[in-house]
């Protein structure tokens, strides 16, 4: 299984030496110039990543490895896709919670930034927003909703007890 918290860089390097196990490879021999979305690759492949040998790596020019990109949906599908508002107005606000539940690290480079539609305060209210990948994810593609909700309840629910006891006048000695 893929461990979606590391650089991607590393992960990419894991794969290209997975597939070409002679070959000497690390994380500071590669620059990622370019990733693409494509169709009609072979093993359902949706991804076209250029990469170049970096100078002093004992390498050099440039090629092309074809991988699976996450769908988003997908990931979703395997948790709960409900997240609480709080203060949150907009995906950024929340991302270190989706980031966690998923087992993922996702940046803004991974998503397009969308703002919170507004809430009326109401109990139980929710509201549906749509997470975009960017087209330049390495790791996603595609969209899927996400349900936020408000947690908030009504004052006047809670404290029930409105007649109040306590100030109390002492007079002092002169």
Do not use: C
Not at 61 to 71: A, H, L, S, T
Not at 102 to 115: M, P, S
């Amino acid at each position: 299984m893929t461990d979606f918290t590391r650089p991607f860089i590393d992960v990419l390097v894991d794969m290209i030496v997975d597939k070409n196990p002679s070959v000497a490879l690390d994380n500071t021999m590669l620059t990622i110039l370019s990733v693409n979305e494509a169709a009609g690759l072979s093993g359902g492949r949706n991804t076209v990543i250029r990469v170049e040998a970096n100078e002093g790596s004992g390498l050099y020019g440039e090629d092309e490895f074809y991988y699976i990109r996450i769908d988003i949906a997908d990931i979703v599908a395997t948790q709960d896709g409900r997240f609480e508002l709080g203060t949150r107005t907009k995906l950024s606000d929340l991302m270190e919670e989706f980031n966690t539940r998923f087992g993922l690290n996702l940046t803004a480079d991974d998503y397009e930034d969308v703002e919170f539609p507004a809430f009326e305060n109401l109990p139980g209210e929710e509201k549906t927003i749509t997470f975009t990948a960017k087209p330049g994810s390495y790791w996603i593609h595609g969209s899927v909703e996400l349900t936020i909700y408000n947690e908030q309840v009504l004052l006047s629910d809670v404290i029930t007890a409105r007649e109040l006891d306590g100030l109390h006048y002492e007079p002092t000695a002169a």
